[in-house]
């Protein structure tokens, strides 16, 4: 018996001891090498279970350090059953992303089964359930993968972080609607994956189990008591616009917009001071930092990229705003983004082909900066969601004769058209898209297809197709006069600038709805620009108005 027991494999660590201290000290602070050669000396004086430990250690370090051929080796001579605590995490997560890269995931899946991710510091954790993903991915088990790309996202960061939410992403978009809707109801409340498939029921317009998980940073008790249908406006509430500057004349109608919705409003309103950011990140700063001294309890703005992104940055944000632009990254707790930015156009394209079951799209995208935005959106929306791109077209101010590609994309099985293209662009190539055949296949535009259309006797070659609009001019607001009547009277709300008007007293909208947003399953408003939602990220999902045209006039059309 005694001898049965000392051959038991029995859980151990490196111990405690002031090398060993220093030697993963200098592991976690990056310098692997001199950490694995600093382990696997003191790892040749040790004996037995202490011996094993170190070895373990040692081949993590030499890992990371580089030197993948030794830490093979070291690994060799370790007995995974007889390692615990941190040091067991290390070697399991080492087992499993050697065995990935090995083309052995299901090993990979059974090495992170004996190990603990807790014990690891939280880079690390990330690892570990990067790893578990890959591995759970590549054995098809694609819920479970999801889960465990959900769990690492809090310890990830820029571009990594990006990739990982786009890679959760697709591995939810081969769920059926109905899987997808019974899965998120079955994710018990805090799971970090909630967030990610409360969005994606979002994307496909289906309603929520419940409320998206906010977190911290939401908090109400400044603001007045809600209204019966949930208007809870803030006490004072700033605007931050570049009322001079080269963004001075898209600020306008923005501001005139939520003035609209700001005045329109009989009951009790909130204090609104407007503060200028110059259209600069410094001065974006010196606005919000000036505004919060001031007293206000809530932000709209600013309105341009970079300054949205300055304001992000900032290490204080303890008032929290609604910025009015798509920043490089998530917003703060506490904080959200609303655009109209070209990106938006891309998504909904996208998320409306594949509602149609429209899969293998011919992309005709102009040069702008704001096509390849839209675009790249546009492509990243469909290949999450199981889609591809049949070919993508190249088209200048004056497109030329494209009809042998576009025969060519009617033959390779393009089931319909994405023009990311202007008004006058897509009037050159909608015959040419008729002779290739696809003038019966569905044809989505973006909002800037209606860019330069006007005159119906040139403009009924657009006949059918598709693009996203404002709600305002073909539904109507409540709060606001018809379009049409607005344009009489401010020159702020007609031609393209009637766009950022209706942004503008969304604006307002929301920051008065606000509350109802953030903690309603069912939170939405029927806005100027379109359905507005928010998302578990602090992004505003805004689901457009479409139209269509015939006879060469716009009309709308039912979602």
């Known amino acids: 018996m005694l001898l049965a027991a000392g051959c038991a494999s029995v859980a151990t660590t490196a111990g405690s001891t002031p090398e060993y201290a220093s030697a993963i000290a200098l592991l976690e602070s990056g310098q692997a090498r001199e950490a694995a050669t600093r382990l696997e000396a003191q790892a040749s004086t040790a004996t037995g279970a202490r011996r094993t430990a170190l070895l373990a250690d040692a081949a993590f370090a030499w890992r990371e350090a580089g030197d993948q051929a030794r830490a093979r080796s070291l690994l060799a001579q370790v007995d995974a059953r007889r390692v615990g605590g941190a040091t067991g995490g290390r070697l399991a997560l080492l087992n499993a992303e050697l065995a990935l890269e090995d083309g052995r995931p299901a090993e990979a899946v059974t090495a992170l089964a004996g190990g603990d991710a807790t014990t690891l510091p939280p880079a690390l954790q990330s690892r570990w359930h990067l790893a578990q993903a890959g591995a759970l991915e590549a054995t098809g088990d694609a819920r479970a993968a999801a889960a465990a790309r959900a769990r690492a996202d809090a310890g990830l960061s820029g571009e990594a972080r990006l990739d990982n939410r786009r890679r959760i992403d697709r591995l939810l978009a081969s769920l059926d609607n109905t899987t997808l809707g019974a899965y998120a109801a079955s994710l018990p409340a805090g799971d970090p994956l909630y967030n990610f498939a409360a969005r994606a029921l979002v994307q496909r317009g289906l309603p929520l189990p419940r409320p998206f998980n906010r977190g911290e940073g939401w908090n109400f008790d400044s603001r007045p008591p809600a209204a019966a249908d ?7 509430l700033a605007v931050l616009l570049p009322l001079s500057g080269p963004l001075a004349t898209a600020a306008a109608p923005v501001r005139d917009g939520l003035l609209a919705g700001y005045y329109g409003e009989t009951r009790q309103r909130p204090e609104v001071v407007f503060y200028d950011t110059t259209g600069t990140p410094a001065g974006a700063q010196a606005a919000y930092a000036r505004a919060v001294s001031e007293g206000s309890d809530f932000v709209v703005g600013p309105l341009g990229r970079d300054e949205v992104g300055a304001v992000f940055r900032e290490a204080a944000l303890d008032v929290p705003s609604l910025a009015l632009n798509r920043g490089a990254s998530a917003p703060p707790p506490g904080h959200a983004m609303f655009s109209l930015a070209p990106e938006d156009d891309g998504l909904a394209a996208a998320d409306y082909l594949l509602a149609r079951e429209r899969r293998r799209v011919l992309v005709l995208a102009g040069t702008d900066e704001n096509a390849l935005r839209t675009v790249e959106a546009f492509r990243n929306r469909l290949a999450d969601r199981g889609g591809s791109i049949a070919a993508t077209l190249s088209v200048g101010e004056q497109p030329g004769d494209l009809s042998a590609a576009l025969v060519e994309a009617a033959a390779a099985g393009a089931d319909s058209v994405f023009l990311a293209v202007r008004g006058p662009q897509a009037r050159a190539l909608a015959p040419q898209l008729a002779l290739a055949g696809f003038a019966s296949r569905t044809r989505i535009g973006t909002s800037q297809l209606a860019s330069g259309t006007g005159r119906a006797e040139e403009d009924a070659v657009l006949d059918g197709i598709v693009y996203p609009t404002e709600a305002w001019p073909t539904r109507g607001t409540s709060g606001l006069p018809t379009a049409g ?25 929301i920051s008065a709805y606000l509350e109802q947003l953030v903690t309603a399953a069912d939170g939405q408003l029927r806005g100027a620009t379109g359905d507005l939602r928010l998302d578990g990220f602090g992004n505003v999902v805004r689901q457009p108005a479409w139209a269509t045209f015939s006879g060469g006039q716009p009309i709308p059309l039912g979602n």
Do not use: I, K, V
């Open 230 to 236: 949930g208007y809870r406006p803030p006490r004072r």
């Open 485 to 509: 009547r607005a344009a009489e009277m401010l020159p702020t709300a007609r031609g393209p600038a009637a766009r950022l008007f209706a942004f503008g007293y969304d604006a307002w909208r």
